[in-house]
């Protein structure tokens, strides 16, 4: 079975600033997908970020990149410049092969202007 | 292009009534997915449909759920009769069949009274 853990339940950050939200999981499989979403009071998931756990070079995308560490199964997501806009509930996620997402408990993240 | 859409938004009902939530996937996505969120936590797959086939139910409580997707593109998730526990945002996506990437709706937030 594979299970996600998000340790921290609120992060807070100053505008402008880098802040760092962490994951971990667990996964007997050997192929596999990790993602963040963000989910802002509208509700909808919105994609940030994909990593290929068969790829050594962490995700990028723009103000978002992830620290992949395999071994650990670690996958942390850091935010530069952070921004008001992206004031919302983190979630990791694990895509196996079920195609079956699994996700952690989500990390609350509020931007201080 | 049109995102997922779901509806209603919102829904009240009483304890013992029917309820039905709506989802209109994005055109061309075979892959539709219904999940359960419960405050302050990750989504819970409900169910997974390839076109108009279920083919991941196993965590649909099938004695008051029930789920249809007619002709493989709109689906329809049925709780018959709700429960209290019921409360909770049903979410749903849509993918490209083998793709990776889910594209959520905006999901629908349930309050059984």
């Known amino acids: 079975a594979q299970t996600v853990t998000q340790s921290q339940p609120e992060m807070s950050v100053q505008e402008a600033e880098t802040v760092t939200l962490s994951c971990t999981y667990d996964t007997s499989e050997s192929d596999y997908y990790l993602f963040w979403y963000k989910q802002p009071p509208s509700r909808q998931m919105i994609l940030v970020i994909r990593?290929?756990?068969?790829k050594q070079q962490n995700a990028t995308e723009n103000r978002f990149s992830v620290n992949f560490q395999k071994a650990a199964k670690s996958f942390s997501l850091k935010i530069s410049d952070s921004q008001l806009g992206d004031a919302a509930m983190y979630f990791c996620a694990v895509l196996g092969s079920n195609y079956q997402l699994i996700w952690g408990a989500g990390t609350k993240l509020i931007i201080k202007p | 292009e049109a995102g997922v859409v779901q509806s209603p938004r919102y829904k009240i009902i009483e304890k013992k009534q029917p309820v039905a939530f709506w989802c209109n996937p994005i055109?061309?996505?075979?892959?539709l997915y219904w999940y359960l969120q419960n405050l302050g936590q990750g989504p819970e797959l409900l169910i997974r449909?390839?076109?108009?086939?279920?083919?991941?139910d196993s965590q649909l409580p099938k004695d008051r759920f029930s789920a249809e997707r007619l002709k493989g593109v709109d689906s329809t998730l049925k709780i018959q009769p709700a429960e209290l526990g019921d409360s909770a945002v049903y979410l749903c996506?849509?993918?490209?069949?083998?793709?990776?990437?889910?594209?959520f709706g905006q999901g629908t937030r349930l309050t059984v009274v």
């Open positions: 449909y390839e076109n108009e086939e279920a083919v991941d």
């Open positions: 055109s061309g996505h075979n892959t």
């Open positions: 990593q290929e756990a068969y």
């Open positions: 996506a849509s993918s490209l069949q083998g793709s990776t990437e889910a594209f």
